[in-house]
């Protein structure tokens, strides 16, 4: 069993050597374990330090391209490298590295494809009240968007396994972790909790200039992620609004008629009209939108199998021996 730990970096020489130095050399139930630095366009010494520490495995982007594609780069090294469960941490030496046995033992037991690590939001000093009610709500957006029960959405600190790792697709060019967890919840992956504990913090987060534009991107993940994984749901409650407006002038109409009134009210009959054709069209985009998700799933399928062979293929390849 090879566990493969990855780190996306952005400018960390200084935190880096720290992360490292707390990473596990052996855990039980695993065989082998390396690790792996996406170097995401880093203009200090990241990647020396990473050589000089004695990192396995560097993937190198000549110029920032972001958390989400450093995750991905990450995961295609792990992959490409014969990992079986991959676990993902932060730079900053946020994560408390002693937890990931805790973190991939659901995966070694059968029980999980995904493991994502609660951190005692309440507890942490730094994070303001407001930003602790925000992570609460989002991980509940999360939560109702994913049909998943994962108390801290937010988190990175993850374990994959080799076949969650496979299947998983970041479409987005900010964050992977909302992303993540919708499309394992709507992809039936089993995806389950464990807490964990944090260090101090090191710095700032660097992903989002401030919480308000963290939250506004979050909620633009959201949107976008379940519209892809559930269309027809998400345009029939888009149509159900002018749909019931249109309905009710409709009605309106027919009970002044009823009662003999016959002047006048044409112009909400045409109102009322147009009401129910946009409730109609938007219900026949999400027929249209739920066809194409039928056929996204038959290229995810396809994907998977082409990807799983060429890993394979590659690992097969460097050891000699199939995997």
């Not at 946009?278 to 082409?306: C, E, P, S, W």
């Amino acid at each position: 069993m090879k566990l493969m730990i990855q780190i996306p970096c952005y400018n960390e020489a200084q935190t880096l050597e720290m992360t490292l130095n707390d990473l596990p050399r052996q855990l039980e139930g695993i065989d082998c374990i390396e690790y792996l630095i996406v170097d995401d366009g880093s203009t200090d010494t990241t990647g020396e330090v990473a050589r000089r520490w004695g990192v396995h495995h560097i993937v190198r982007f000549p110029q920032n391209r972001g958390l989400a594609k450093g995750f991905m780069a990450g995961l295609d090294g792990c992959l490409r490298n014969g990992a079986d469960i991959i676990v993902n941490t932060d730079a900053d030496n946020q994560y408390c590295a002693g937890d990931i046995a805790a973190l991939i033992a659901p995966i070694l037991d059968g029980k999980a494809d995904i493991v994502i690590g609660a951190r005692p939001i309440d507890e942490i000093e730094n994070f303001s009240f407001i930003k602790k009610c925000l992570q609460h709500f989002g991980s509940f957006i999360i939560r109702s968007a994913s049909g998943t029960d994962i108390p801290d959405a937010p988190s990175g600190f993850r374990a994959l396994s080799r076949e969650a790792a496979l299947r998983i697709n970041v479409i987005n060019d900010y964050t992977y972790t909302l992303e993540t967890i919708v499309q394992a919840g709507r992809e039936k992956m089993a995806v389950v909790s464990v807490p964990v504990h944090i260090h101090e913090e090191t710095r700032p987060s660097r992903l989002f200039p401030s919480m308000w534009s963290y939250v506004k991107k979050s909620i633009a993940i959201i949107l976008r992620t379940y519209v892809m994984y559930q269309p027809l749901k998400a345009f029939t409650y888009l149509a159900a609004f002018p749909a019931l407006i249109g309905l009710a002038i409709g009605f309106r109409f027919l009970f002044y008629r009823w009662m003999g009134d016959y002047g006048g009210h044409v112009q909400s009959l045409i109102l009322g009209c147009t009401f129910l054709l946009m409730g109609f069209l938007t219900f026949m985009i999400g027929l249209l939108a739920d066809m194409m998700a039928a056929n996204r799933k038959i290229l995810q399928d396809t994907q998977y199998h082409v990807r799983k062979a060429e890993y394979e293929q590659h690992c097969t390849d460097r050891s000699g021996i199939s995997v």
